[in-house]
């Protein structure tokens, strides 16, 4: 990983077109989905968990590959950039600071950020939590670029099952 940051802004304006179109479609609001909406991210950092196996020592088999663990690492984004929304965030550069060089733990402090968030929906916790996520990357092979075009791609996907009535 030769990137050293990464501009997230211009995707809180994408996931707000979404969360638009979303709320439009099934009559709901940020207030109405924030539960849903934390339960969905946790979720999803367990399914991006589940791809990269950093946990199972009782197994010999890798990780998935790239394309896939990218996938799952952008489902986590659109949940995080969608909370981010209602607090105001609009914008977003952050500058990879690794914490914690073992996954499972860096994932473990993630659950416990958003655990704290759902308690204090604040700027500061939504900060920790996002940052504490996006300090992840660099313990893959992912660019910036790519996981920027891996949060595209499942937008596209989101709107089409938007209007597949998924």
């Keep these: 990983m030769t990137d ?9 304006a994408l996931q707000a077109g979404l969360d638009e179109e979303i709320a439009e479609r ?5 207030e109405s989905t924030f539960e849903r909406r934390v ?17 199972k020592y009782w197994s010999y088999k890798g990780p ?3 394309e896939v663990v990218l996938d799952e690492y952008a489902d986590g984004l659109h949940f995080l950039l969608s909370l981010g929304i ?16 073992d996954l499972t733990k860096a994932i473990l402090q993630v659950y416990e950020d958003v655990s704290e968030l759902r308690k204090e929906y604040s700027v500061e916790n939504y900060a920790r939590a996002f940052g504490d996520y996006l300090n992840i990357v660099p ?7 790519e996981v920027i075009e891996a949060y595209r ?13 998924y």
């Design 139 to 145: 313990l893959f092979d992912f660019s910036s670029e």
């Design 26 to 30: 099934h009559g709901v609001t940020y």
């Design 64 to 66: 998935s590959a790239k």
């Design 86 to 101: 209602p607090l105001g965030v609009s914008q977003y550069k952050h500058y990879f600071h690794v914490k914690e060089k």
């Design 39 to 55: 339960l969905a991210l946790l979720v999803e950092l367990g399914e991006f968990a589940n791809e990269t196996r950093c946990f």
């Design 153 to 165: 791609k499942k937008l596209g996907t989101n709107h089409q099952r938007q209007k597949d009535h």
């Design 4 to 12: 050293d940051f990464i501009d997230l802004t211009e995707l809180f």
